[in-house]
Each structure stands twice: as C-alpha cells, then as structure tokens.
C-alpha cells in the first residue's frame, strides 16, 4: 500500500478549454457539462497550462462558495504522460505533514513545528515554519516555494519575475549564521530530478540564490510523486547552479 501524505478527495476529469482572469478555468466535464473552475493558483504556470490538456478538479460542498470547483491537476508530457499539481494551497499543508513525520533527514531533530512566525529587518514578512528544540542550538527558518515549471527532467523557480521570492530570499540571508534559514522547493511533479534557479525569468532571483547558499543558505529540492489519489514524498533532487 502506498503511503500518502495526503489523499485527495474525489477528483473529477476533464479538458482544460480555458484559463483566465488569473483565478479562472473553464473545463469540460468527462460528461460533456463546461464549468468553471477557481485556479488556485495566480502565476503563469509555464508550461503547465495547455489548453486541451487532461485536467483533474475537486468539488466543494461548501454552498458559499462563488465556484463549487478547483484546479487541482493537469496533466503534461513533457517527458511521460505526468500529473502536475497546480493548487498552491496544498504545499504548505504536505511539507507541514512531512515536518511531522520528520521525512526531511537533512533538518536534523527538532520538537517544536510553527507556522507563519513574523522575521526580517521590518518585521512585516512571516516564515513559513519555524523549527526549534534540535541538537544543536540554532533554530530554523524554513520557507516554501511551489515549483511547477520544468525543461526535460530540470525542475526550476521561479517561471517569472518574483520580487516577493527576491524579498525572501534576502531576509533568510540576513539571518544567516546565527539561525539555520532553509528554502525548501516543492517539486509538485514527480517526473524532475535535478532542480536550478530559472535564470532566464528572473536572473536577479538567480543571483541572490547563488550568493546566498555560498553564505549558508540549505537548499532542499523535494520530489513529489502526484496523482489523483494523492501526494507522496519520493526524496531530493539533484541541485544544479
């Protein structure tokens, strides 16, 4: 039996007819009905939203809702046939289980998980977890970044210019040694198995990567297996610079 970290729950299948309005994605239903569908995720996804692809959505019951669906998968073949997760509210929760299950050796031991803990020299941006209580005394600030885009098996980040990533990046910097500060890139295919900065959208974001692993910046590109039953952890990446 397959270990998952997280089970999705009952997908529907379809075509991608549409995607717009950065939030929006029309698909035709197995059974022919259209609908619209929230994408849950506002960047470009280049090379990940082709219309006409095999996509899987999720129905809420939830009657507040505007639109009962969401975009949770769509299907490319860039290499194989392979399901890549589009739904950036989910990385957060799966490294958030793995944290638990202490799945990530390389963090060392700790007993103490927090989300979302405020840091940076203005104090207004916030860290995804915060790790404390290891063998050693530096605590760690570990920051999440969901990455879809890829060429062949090359998974890379950031598919455009992001200076919110940039922003990151310089305050995990800042920290540095006297706090373990990690970026932690959430490969959501299971089809990549090295990992490089996407130099040619955002060479400044390149440049801060570089500068800041040679200060002590932990790189932790994680492989994760999707398909419409669930999410599992399949290891590291080989990192590329």
């Known amino acids: ?29 197995d ?12 960047g470009p996804m280049t090379g990940v939203s082709t219309l006409g692809s ?36 989910l990385p957060n929760r799966i490294v958030k289980l793995a944290l638990a299950k202490n799945l990530f050796p390389e963090l060392g031991n700790y007993s103490q998980i927090k989300g979302e803990v405020v840091y940076g020299q203005d104090k207004k941006s916030r860290v995804d977890f915060f790790l404390t209580g290891s063998d050693e005394e530096r ?7 969901n990455t879809t885009w890829a060429q062949n098996t090359l998974a890379l980040f950031p598919d455009t210019e992001t200076t919110r990533g940039q922003k990151h990046l310089r305050e995990l910097t800042a920290l540095l040694p006297q706090t373990r500060a990690v970026m932690l890139y959430f490969i959501n295919r299971g089809d990549c ?8 959208t955002d060479p400044v974001y390149g440049k801060l990567l570089r500068k800041a692993i ?3 910046l932990e790189i932790l590109p994680c492989r994760f297996d999707i398909s419409p039953f669930g999410i599992r952890y399949i290891g590291l990446a080989k990192l590329k610079l």
């Open 1 to 29: 039996m397959i270990d998952w970290l997280y089970n999705y729950p009952p997908l529907y299948s379809g075509i991608l007819l549409k995607r717009y309005k950065r939030f929006f994605a029309d698909i035709q239903l």
């Open 31 to 42: 059974s022919g009905e259209i609908v619209t569908a929230h994408c849950p995720n506002t």
């Open 54 to 89: 095999a996509v899987q959505i999720s129905k809420s019951d939830n009657q507040e809702r505007k639109l009962a669906y969401t975009l949770e998968l769509i299907q490319v073949h860039d290499n194989q046939p392979t399901w890549v997760g589009v739904n950036t509210m």
């Open 139 to 145: 605590p760690i600030y570990l920051e999440v970044k």
């Open 193 to 200: 198995t090295e990992f490089a900065p996407g130099d040619i």
């Open 214 to 216: 040679a200060l002590g």
